[in-house]
């Protein structure tokens, strides 16, 4: 699929004089988890975007765990840091990471994952739709499905406001084929191994399933492992646009994987980040747009 990445003009506009003061800037960077294919690539753009410019940085892993994470940024603030980066490991329990960023007066960047909070000055969220990726996913699917048949939904982390959207979308396009039914739904939380297991016990169960639309890459690869040497009589189609995926639609594994621009989204976030720094302004959401 082609990809068009736009971010906010007026983000842009500000970020002009980022690269003139950025090595007088120092981010702290808190991702969700490192052992994630996406998340990886995210970090390592944000990683490349930082020395690109010459920023003093700090990244640590949160390993899925809110606390740890909320340990991190306050660690963070005692160091003094210009900016904090978050991929939160739950967009429902953001709050307390807000209020200390706050009370420190220090710029707070979320990317990729959605807080499910209001964002107050010095706050901005850089991330895509999760919602129209959804969409596009269960478009491609019905498409596939003569716009008939069963689908099962992979399903993400439920802390996370990623599953929920694309999930949303997935489910606004089926309640536009009268044919199409969802029969089944639930969590491998994101990872491989998890939808090997929850697949098999589809398939041990009997469960009549035409395709499944999973969250992201990794589960629909792990529901391609589950299937074994006879995929082909179950449409799958993933989110994110992992190399591993794309290869797999190469060989005709997978139908459809929906792109998110995890480069653009890493970029995005470090220039936020500069940009408060050295304009003092900045656009509270910027959105890299799937297509």
């Not at 709050?95 to 990729?112: E, H």
């Not at 009589?233 to 005709?252: E, F, R, Y």
């Given at each position: 699929?082609?990809?068009?990445?736009?971010?906010?003009?007026s983000?842009?506009?500000c970020?002009?004089?980022?690269?003139?003061?950025?090595?007088?800037?120092?981010?702290?960077?808190?991702?969700?988890?490192?052992?994630d294919n996406?998340?990886t690539?995210?970090?390592?753009?944000?990683?490349?975007?930082?020395?690109?410019d010459?920023?003093?940085s700090?990244?640590?892993?949160?390993?899925?765990?809110?606390?740890?994470?909320?340990?991190?940024?306050?660690?963070?603030?005692?160091q003094?840091?210009?900016?904090?980066?978050?991929?939160?490991?739950?967009?429902?329990?953001?709050?307390?990471?807000m209020?200390?960023?706050?009370?420190?007066g220090?710029?707070?960047?979320?990317?990729?994952r959605?807080?499910?909070a209001?964002?107050?000055?010095?706050?901005?969220?850089?991330g895509?739709?999760s919602?129209?990726?959804?969409?596009?996913?269960m478009e491609?699917?019905?498409?596939?499905?003569?716009?008939?048949?069963?689908?099962?939904?992979?399903?993400?982390d439920?802390?996370?406001?990623?599953?929920r959207d694309?999930?949303?979308?997935v489910?606004?396009?089926?309640?536009?084929?009268?044919?199409?039914?969802i029969?089944?739904?639930?969590?491998?939380?994101?990872?491989?191994?998890?939808?090997?297991d929850?697949?098999?016990n589809?398939?041990?169960?009997?469960?009549?399933?035409?395709?499944?639309?999973?969250?992201?890459?990794?589960?629909?690869?792990g529901?391609?492992?589950?299937?074994?040497k006879?995929p082909?009589?179950?449409?799958?189609?993933?989110?994110?646009?992992?190399?591993?995926?794309?290869?797999?639609?190469?060989?005709g594994?997978?139908i459809?994987?929906i792109?998110?621009?995890?480069?653009?989204?890493?970029e995005?976030?470090v220039?936020?980040?500069?940009?408060?720094?050295?304009?003092?302004?900045?656009?509270k959401?910027s959105?890299c747009?799937?297509s």
């Amino acid at each position: 699929m082609n990809i068009k990445k736009t971010i906010v003009a007026s983000l842009l506009a500000c970020m002009l004089p980022a690269v003139v003061m950025a090595k007088d800037v120092s981010i702290g960077v808190s991702m969700a988890l490192f052992d994630d294919n996406f998340l990886t690539i995210l970090r390592t753009s944000m990683q490349k975007e930082m020395k690109k410019d010459g920023v003093k940085s700090q990244i640590e892993d949160a390993k899925g765990d809110v606390s740890q994470q909320l340990q991190q940024v306050q660690n963070f603030i005692g160091q003094g840091v210009d900016a904090i980066i978050v991929n939160p490991v739950d967009t429902n329990a953001v709050k307390p990471i807000m209020d200390q960023a706050t009370k420190a007066g220090i710029p707070l960047v979320f990317v990729n994952r959605r807080p499910q909070a209001e964002l107050t000055d010095k706050m901005a969220y850089v991330g895509s739709d999760s919602i129209l990726a959804g969409r596009l996913q269960m478009e491609a699917l019905a498409k596939a499905m003569n716009g008939k048949g069963n689908v099962a939904i992979l399903l993400g982390d439920l802390a996370n406001e990623s599953t929920r959207d694309r999930t949303k979308g997935v489910e606004e396009v089926v309640a536009k084929y009268p044919n199409i039914k969802i029969v089944q739904k639930q969590t491998a939380k994101f990872t491989r191994n998890d939808a090997v297991d929850v697949v098999s016990n589809w398939m041990t169960s009997g469960e009549d399933i035409q395709a499944i639309a999973s969250n992201n890459d990794e589960m629909a690869i792990g529901a391609l492992q589950a299937l074994g040497k006879n995929p082909n009589h179950i449409l799958i189609a993933g989110v994110d646009g992992t190399p591993d995926a794309l290869q797999m639609l190469k060989s005709g594994k997978m139908i459809a994987t929906i792109f998110q621009d995890a480069k653009g989204q890493g970029e995005g976030a470090v220039d936020a980040a500069i940009s408060w720094r050295t304009a003092r302004k900045w656009k509270k959401s910027s959105t890299c747009r799937i297509s």
